[in-house]
């Protein structure tokens, strides 16, 4: 069943509707919550301009939350066999249950602003979910270097022994990496977080529809004003948001190899439980880390991402495109995907088993050949260039003696790890969302009575 049909006797073409629609009725599940609650908002405004009565408002709210706390909310939700998407889905429940006064809901809209609509209430929940598990993987890397930061490990340059470094110094590195990655994410929080409802196809209504009232109901912080650009959103938006999200892929898979790295028997800095690990079908030695391998392809795969969608949506003209559609089976499943990675992460984390004696081996004796130089300096009244020399001379004869005493002092140093200041750092970031204020629009349109005041024809929900 087609709702765009207005023809008699029509048949579609059922080996075009296959490929034409794709994975949408899969994938439009994930939206169902987020379409409902954009149908209510608009209903709403529909009675407030006059193109609903009581009556209708009343009975479509009731059935529009039915659906929502008792089938999507309960796995009850499907989108049947031949119904091309979610909305289609809805407006057709809606009919077949309620009669004529189903038909009205699409009233000022075009399936092209619901779905985009439906994306950025989609996003914000994620982002939110997003938000929360980074934390938990942040403080969890503060607890580490916090209880590791008296252990040293080698530092690399050009994987190539370098200056001392700590266990402390290395988890709390990542730990303010994803500080900036939520800097980014934040970004593209507030780019989402514009209302697109009633562009419609991308060139607005001539109903008179009032767009500021559905951006208060849905609780976005502004609009989209121009018609035409809230609908070049699309491919846009998605863009931007898998940016955000490959930031946080990067740093995850950065990682990943240092774990694996780290793990290798010539490094041997770290290990792990044999539990988390697998063997070989024909070595019965080997412990292989696949979690982390698997995280760094996965994360991989996620940076690659925005390349993907600037491809297929950067020659587009201005308007809709049935190729956002692409974007959308690729895009969405994202989110998912990087919560899992974050969740394994953490559980891998939480039985990392660090090495304590690693820099007694011989050879990490020139890891402080620049602590010996500094020395010099400091005692010696050296310049820093004849005490390099100096040194670069004592190896080069191989009668350096490594001075291992070493004792940093400035911020962000081994001696000074400053992680107060980053836990500080990432809360201000966090407190720029207005997780509270998305939260109170769902359990306001959801659960709350709705009155309106006949003198401004407002809501009032109580």
Do not use: C
């Given at each position: 069943m087609k709702i765009w049909?207005?023809?008699?006797?029509?048949?579609?073409?059922?080996?075009?509707?296959?490929?034409?629609?794709?994975?949408d009725s899969k994938i439009d599940l994930l939206l169902a919550p987020h379409d409902i609650i954009g149908t209510i908002a608009h209903v709403i405004m529909l009675k407030s301009i006059g193109l609903l009565n009581k009556k209708d408002l009343k009975i479509l709210i009731y059935e529009l939350r039915n659906i929502y706390v008792n089938e999507i909310l309960k796995n009850n939700f499907q989108i049947h066999e031949g119904i091309e998407d979610i909305h289609s889905q809805i407006e057709i429940l809606l009919t077949n249950r309620l009669g004529e006064v189903g038909k009205k809901i699409h009233s000022g809209r075009s399936r092209n602003d619901q779905i985009l609509l439906d994306l950025k209430l989609f996003i914000r929940a994620e982002i939110q979910e997003i938000?929360?598990?980074?934390?938990?993987l942040f403080d969890l890397l503060l607890e580490l270097s916090e209880k590791y930061k008296n252990i040293l490990?080698?530092?690399y340059t050009h994987y190539q022994i370098a200056m001392p470094s700590s266990f402390g110094l290395w988890f709390a590195a990542y730990a303010e990496s994803l500080i900036d990655d939520l800097l980014l994410i934040r970004t593209a929080y507030r780019i989402v977080n514009k209302n697109p409802l009633g562009s419609a196809a991308g060139?607005?209504?001539?109903?008179?529809?009032?767009?500021?009232?559905?951006?208060?109901?849905?609780?976005?912080?502004?609009?989209?004003?121009?018609?035409?650009?809230?609908?070049?959103?699309r491919g846009k938006m998605e863009r931007i948001v898998s940016e955000s999200i490959a930031s946080l892929a990067n740093t995850l898979s950065k990682m990943a190899q240092d774990i694996c790295l780290y793990s290798n028997q010539n490094f041997n800095f770290i290990s792990f439980p044999d539990h988390l690990t697998?063997?070989?079908?024909?070595m019965p030695h080997k412990k292989n880390l696949d979690v982390f391998e698997m995280i760094r392809a996965k994360c991989n795969r996620m940076i690659s991402l925005p390349n993907e969608i600037s491809l297929i949506s950067s020659n587009l003209c201005s308007g809709y495109h049935r190729d956002f559609q692409v974007i959308k089976e690729r895009f969405i499943p994202i989110f998912e995907e990087i919560k899992k990675c974050f969740s394994m992460f953490k559980y891998m984390l939480r039985h990392i088993i660090v090495r304590k004696d690693i820099l007694k081996e011989e050879k990490y004796k020139y890891l402080f050949s620049v602590e010996v130089v500094n020395r010099l300096v400091i005692e010696k009244g050296y310049s820093f260039r004849e005490a390099y020399k100096k040194v670069g001379v004592e190896i080069q004869n191989n009668c350096f003696k490594p001075f291992t005493n070493s004792f940093y002092s400035h911020e962000g140093s081994i001696g000074n790890l400053c992680n107060k200041q980053i836990r500080n750092l990432m809360k201000n970031v966090i407190?720029?969302?207005?997780?509270d204020k998305i939260n109170e629009v769902v359990k306001r349109l959801v659960y709350r009575h709705i009155h309106f005041d006949d003198s401004s024809m407002n809501p009032i929900f109580f």
């Open positions: 049909n207005n023809k008699i006797d029509f048949s579609f073409d059922k080996k075009i509707e296959n490929f034409t629609s794709g994975k938000v929360s598990i980074t934390y938990s490990m080698p530092g060139y607005g209504s001539s109903l008179p529809l009032n767009r500021k009232m559905t951006t208060y109901l849905l609780g976005f912080e502004e609009l989209n004003y121009n018609v035409i650009y809230a609908q070049m959103g697998t063997g070989s079908s024909i407190k720029e969302f207005d997780f």
